[in-house]
């Protein structure tokens, strides 16, 4: 495991910031799947991020403080921390969520069916060797915008790969775990088991 | 219905609500919106209600489960959305309180020219009776709607096949704002 003495963060604080946004939106989307699918590597991540998160919100509380000059930019400055513990409460709850599924034989059937039932719900796709999709990086897919469905994480074979990059390449027998709607999931299926050819043929 | 379905039904609409609101939010501080501010205020006043009603729902359905114990998941289930609902809310009120916020904040959301706005649909409309897909409201208006507001219900995130009806408030980010309410049969000179 790393130490999070060397984890990068990014050193000014809008990137700070909508690292920290990104990473909590991330952490619901991951606590929601790991629920689901009652993955508890999932949850373990989420785990980690929530860890992750609280080191970015100390980072932005330390260079906020640092730039204020006068009472009126640290007037201004608060927003910036309230903003910080607001995003960081979103993790805060995300991370509940996944420990609800570590913590297991609590779960309640209504749960599943609520998540799935959900205007947006998770999927797990399954990408089959004959799909359009195999040796084609995220970026040239762009599932998100021809599909709908957000691809948070992918398992190959025994492997965890959590917020999959632009120029991750997909293989056959990979699984993506994605969120969108019913529809957008049943498309992404149809294009992941070969049966649709084309992406992002729209009109 | 049962205590079950009832149940079901409020934590899905949680979970949706939650998640609309976390997106209204941080739109609202985007655009500098306080009517989305506003919504996300009024949506955070309806989740506690939904949570408290939950909460109730699940002690009754207990006494009739083998394992009473089962229904913690479905109160903290609830709890989870309503915190991260209060944190929607903590968010946008950076919008609404009187404190002028940290240019840092409208900065982290990039020089936009697109607004963030609440429009009503006026009977007679041309909106009304067609679907997103037959309006192609992206690439004649430069709109995206986020949500349709029909009564009480939120369509979140609307795909093509949802249409528009008469009364519906549209949740839009746009570039061209006037030509949407203009569609949407409003009144531009009405604010």
């Given amino acids: 495991m790393e130490e999070w003495d060397e984890v990068e963060v990014p050193d000014n604080v809008k990137d700070i910031f909508i690292e920290m946004k990104n990473t909590a939106e991330l952490m619901v989307d991951l606590a ?47 927003s910036i921390l309230h903003m910080g513990r607001a995003i960081n409460d979103i993790s805060d709850a995300a991370a509940d969520l996944a420990q609800m599924v570590l913590e297991e034989d609590r779960l309640h059937p209504i749960i599943t069916e609520a998540i799935l039932e959900s205007e947006e719900t998770i999927g797990r796709i399954r ?36 917020d999959p990059e632009g120029d991750f390449k997909v293989m056959p027998e990979d699984v993506l775990i994605g969120r969108g709607t019913r529809t957008a999931l049943d498309y992404l299926k149809e294009i992941a088991m070969g049966r649709i050819k084309v992406i992002g043929s729209e009109v | 219905m049962t205590e079950e379905e009832d149940i079901r039904e409020y934590l899905v609409e949680m979970k949706d609500l939650s998640a609309l609101m976390v997106d209204l939010a941080f ?9 989305i501010a506003e919504e996300v205020y009024l949506l955070e006043e309806r989740m506690d209600d939904m949570t408290l009603t939950v909460k109730k729902l699940a002690l009754r359905e207990a006494k009739k489960e083998e394992e009473p114990e089962r229904l913690l998941s479905v109160i903290d289930l609830a709890d989870i959305n309503e915190r991260i609902a209060d944190a929607a809310y903590s ?31 006026h ?47 549209l949740i839009a980010v746009s570039s061209d704002m006037d030509k949407l309410r203009k569609l949407a049969g409003e009144d531009v000179d009405e604010e």
């Fill in chain 2, 91 to 121: 968010i946008a009120d950076i919008v609404l309180r009187d404190i002028e916020p940290h240019p840092i904040i409208r900065a982290i959301m990039e020089e936009t020219e697109e607004e963030l706005g609440r429009v009503r649909v």
């Fill in chain 2, 123 to 169: 009977p007679g409309s041309v909106l009304i009776g067609k679907t997103l897909q037959q309006l192609k409201l992206p690439s004649k208006t430069g709109t995206r709607i986020l949500a349709i507001k029909r009564g009480n219900r939120y369509i979140y995130n609307p795909g093509k096949g949802d249409w528009i009806e008469e009364g519906d408030v």
């Fill in chain 2, 27 to 35: 739109s609202s501080v985007m655009y500098n919106s306080d009517e």
């Fill in chain 1, 32 to 78: 929601y799947s790991s629920v689901l699918l009652k993955e508890e590597e999932i949850a373990e991540e989420v785990l980690e991020l929530e860890e992750y998160l609280d080191l970015l919100n100390y980072h932005l509380m330390m260079r906020a403080v640092l730039s204020a000059r006068n009472i009126h930019e640290a007037e201004q400055i608060t």
């Fill in chain 1, 127 to 162: 990408v089959s060797p004959e799909s359009v999709l195999v040796g084609k990086t995220f970026e040239e897919v762009d599932l998100a915008a021809n599909t709908g469905v957000w691809i948070i994480a992918v398992r190959r074979g025994k492997r965890w790969i959590f």
